[in-house]
């Protein structure tokens, strides 16, 4: 076992597994786990990986010791660190070998697209998971795996389970639950009852930025801590987790190690996914109009910080402030980590998924500021600027392409309504991903249509002069 780790690598147990070991995982709850096996009561939780869907880094994992380093950095310096808790990792295609019977707690990050629901509810989309229908013995679906896997462990007397979604969701944990129950009656009818007794699925707030890995990024990593780790990561120091309490088995000590364990999660997820992931799917949007390619560049930008005064605190009069935080405090922390010179966040990685994201980051926070007789006019500007790129697949400098499950429909809305701002922005707003008080609401709408006219085939520096007066005015009322 490698000697940079101060514990003993040989007394970690399999004991928990995530699914979908990408960047993320590997720099956010893999740091958590590696912190308590550092604990003064000595190691005990490991960590299966498994990865249903490409890339396959199973053998690089395993090549290189099973371990990798994270590199935590920002303008007071950088902190290198070996992780050495994932004991394993498997690719799709040995994903049914994994042993299950030891492990106890589940997490997984699999963004949206991978809970196969229909966009907007909680229910599960047949199509997506049609081929796992029709074989349900060889799955290759997150949840059709799941379902197997759950069957397995039933069928063998095993023990119960908690599941954990760790994707920006709103309530990641009821969706998951739910798209699992539905999917698991239709294919093994005696699970169900075994489910409901022996699975629990807390929700989970997560946090921190992790940029996809450039040539740069790599090559900071290297100078920093001496070699090279393929499958390494690079993220800023600040991190979160905040988890229900509701377990049905065994779990690690996380609050050890900095995680919050409540007993109701909405606040703290409202709150990170209006405001920091609000801020960063508005510079997603209104960024790249601007001329930007990453969060930092889009967060240094004098013209988007006075907007950003503008926005998070339309975005925190929708919000409840959980126990112990300060929204404007929160807020101004978001928009520094943002700022983060180390962290250059390609702004077309954050618009990817865009459809799944603005509902719950911009459409409900809109919604409900209509309720209330408020103007929702910041918010309208996000959904115009993801109106006017969205199916764009123009990569940016280091060849990131946005991707967006209705990028191809918004595009063809673009088309068919070229020319009218007013047809586009009621068109996209009839999409189903809107809530019908967003959809019914005329002056939403007209703020949309304006905002569609305004940014459409404008230069960067015609966008930013027209941002630029819209907050003056603003701060000035």
Request: net charge negative; glycine share 8%.
């Amino acid at each position: 076992m490698s000697s940079n780790f101060p514990y003993d690598r040989r007394k970690l147990r399999p004991r928990a597994a995530h699914i979908g070991v990408g960047a993320f995982h590997r720099a956010h709850q893999e740091e958590y786990y590696d912190d308590l096996a550092r604990e003064a009561n000595g190691p005990s939780w490991g960590v299966v990986g498994i990865n249903l869907t490409p890339p396959d880094i199973a053998g690089t994992h395993a090549a290189e010791g099973a371990n990798y380093v994270l590199l935590k950095e920002d303008d007071d310096g950088a902190v290198c660190r070996p992780i050495g808790t994932l004991l394993q990792l498997w690719d799709a295609q040995d994903a049914r070998g994994v042993d299950w019977s030891d492990i106890e707690f589940a997490t997984l990050t699999i963004t949206e697209k991978g809970y196969c629901h229909l966009s907007g509810s909680m229910d599960l989309d047949l199509n997506a998971v049609g081929a796992d229908l029709a074989n349900p013995e060889t799955p290759t679906t997150a949840i059709g795996y799941l379902a197997w896997m759950l069957e397995q462990r039933r069928r063998s007397g095993g023990r119960p389970i908690t599941l954990a979604s760790c994707d920006n969701v709103a309530d990641n944990g009821v969706l998951l639950g739910s798209v699992l129950r539905d999917y698991a009656a239709r294919v093994f009818p005696n699970l169900s009852k075994w489910l409901e007794e022996n699975v629990a699925f807390p929700t989970s707030m997560v946090d921190r930025i992790v940029p996809a890995m450039s040539d740069a990024g790599r090559a900071r990593l290297e100078a920093a801590c001496g070699h090279r780790s393929s499958l390494g990561v690079v993220a800023e120091p600040f991190r979160q987790w905040v988890i229900e309490n509701r377990f049905a088995s065994d779990r690690p000590v996380f609050e050890d190690v900095g995680v919050q364990i409540v007993d109701v999660l909405a606040p703290y997820e409202h709150m990170k996914h209006r405001l920091l992931n609000g801020i960063q799917s508005s510079y997603a949007e209104l960024g790249r109009l601007c001329g930007h390619e990453s969060s930092h560049g889009a967060a240094m930008d004098p013209v988007l910080q006075n907007w950003a005064a503008i926005f998070f605190p339309s975005q925190s009069d929708t919000l409840e402030c959980p126990a112990g935080e300060n929204l404007s405090d929160y807020a101004g922390t978001s928009l520094k980590r943002l700022q983060n010179p180390t962290i250059h966040h390609p702004l077309n990685q954050i618009a990817s998924d865009a459809s799944f994201k603005l509902p719950q980051r911009i459409g409900a926070p809109a919604a409900e500021r209509i309720e209330r007789g408020l103007c929702a006019e910041p918010q309208a500007m996000v959904l115009a600027g993801w109106a006017l790129q969205a199916g764009n697949m123009t990569p940016d400098a280091d060849g990131v392409v946005t991707q967006d499950p209705l990028g191809r429909t918004v595009a063809e809305l673009r088309e068919r309504h070229n020319g009218s701002a007013t047809d586009l922005a009621q068109a996209v707003l009839a999409l189903p991903i809107w809530s019908p008080r967003l959809q019914a609401d005329s002056g939403f709408s007209a703020n949309v249509a304006k905002w569609v006219k305004t940014l459409a085939c404008a230069d960067p520096a015609t966008c930013r002069a027209e941002i630029g007066a819209f907050s003056k005015e603003r701060m000035n009322a």
